[in-house]
């Protein structure tokens, strides 16, 4: 009989969505607290995963505040970058695109080019150890307004190293998309790749401010698409990917459980939907975690997760050749998986 788990866990994946801060271990938590010489909430990693417990969208926010203005020290970046990468590495991802949010810790006095020089050592012996890839998206933190959006632009052209494109998170409900045009459109002129988290915790209109206004070639979350056909019906025409991460969208109360996520739906619709883990030490999970849900609670296939792995690569930021590239050597592997397994 194959082992289905098993297989899953081999396959090949690709991460589009993922918070280096989130992906901070709680031993690293309690570690940044030690060096940075504070009075630690915590004392132990029992008292750091109770803390990751959310009530709501809201509360997980206030949460994740909390953690990022832990970090203070620019260096403490590398760590935990190698340690995110080591994680998605032993689920077989070979590609991610991580998110920085520069400005929340440039705020709490941190600087911007030695953060990303930190997150890049990081990046670099991750490449050497596990042979896995990165590039970098920066979060404008929706909740900070345009006119930092703007700054955030200034310090990405001074020092771009492998940012390959910008992204709005935060309070989705107190912040919509629409006064962030400007932002978007001189992203754009440089050369940048437009994603924005939308649909999460705000509904539909959404999703299609941040298609109209933003211009985004994929969309963070996007499960409240589910309440309006036309929207999904675009989405598909359009060919925007949904980066959608269920077991997030479970622990900050946005579904009330994995059956009734809408990502089957969308992928049968022909939705270009790729699975992420978001936050995967805050939510306690990792790519084969998503991967295994999926099968277990959604009925996906084996050949149906394989492909959100191609969705995943096919509309990552990397450059073409490269993509095709990757995209052959999946497939190659693939095949020479099924063929292991059965
Ligand atoms: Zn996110």
Same mark, same amino acid.
């Given at each position: 009989m194959v082992d289905v788990e098993a297989l899953i866990r081999a396959l090949p994946k690709v991460e589009q969505h993922i918070h280096i801060v989130g992906s901070t271990r709680a031993e690293t938590l309690l570690w940044i607290l030690e060096e940075g010489g504070s009075k630690s909430p915590f004392e132990t990693v029992e008292d750091v995963r109770r803390f990751f417990q959310y009530r709501d969208f809201p509360h997980f926010i206030n949460v994740y505040m909390k953690v990022f203005r832990?970090? !203070?020290?620019?260096?403490?970046f590398e760590r935990i970058t190698y340690e995110m990468l080591e994680d998605d590495a032993r689920c077989n991802v070979r590609y991610v695109e991580a998110s920085f949010s520069a400005p929340d810790h440039v705020r709490e006095g941190l600087d911007y080019g030695l953060m990303l020089d930190a997150i890049n050592r990081g990046v670099s012996h991750a490449h050497r150890d596990f042979g896995i890839q990165c590039n970098l998206r920066v979060d404008l933190v929706r909740n900070y307004g345009p006119n930092v959006g703007m700054q955030v632009l200034d310090w990405i052209e001074n020092k771009s190293d492998n940012i390959v494109s910008i992204d709005i998170g935060g309070s989705e409900e107190k912040f919509p998309p629409k006064p962030f045009a400007p932002v978007y459109q001189k992203a754009k002129e440089v050369g940048l790749h437009l994603v924005a988290h939308a649909g999460e915790a705000a509904g539909p209109e959404s999703i299609w401010d941040a298609i109209n206004y933003l211009n985004v070639e994929r969309i963070g979350h996007g499960v409240t698409a589910r309440q309006d056909p036309k929207l999904i019906a675009y989405l598909r025409k359009r060919d925007i990917a949904v980066e959608m991460c269920p077991t997030s969208n479970l622990r900050t109360g946005v579904i009330t459980s994995l059956q009734n996520h809408p990502i089957k739906t969308f992928f049968d619709k022909g939705v270009k939907v790729t699975v992420n883990t978001d936050d995967p030490s805050m939510f306690n999970t990792d790519m084969n975690n998503e991967y295994l849900q999926l099968h277990q609670q959604?009925?996906? !296939?084996v050949s149906e997760l394989f492909e959100l792995t191609l969705n995943a690569l096919d509309s990552s930021f990397l450059p073409e050749t490269q993509k095709l590239q990757m995209h052959e050597s999946f497939m190659k592997e693939y095949r020479r998986l099924i063929d292991d397994f059965s």
């Open positions: 832990c970090i !203070t020290r620019e260096s403490q959604l009925n996906f !296939t």
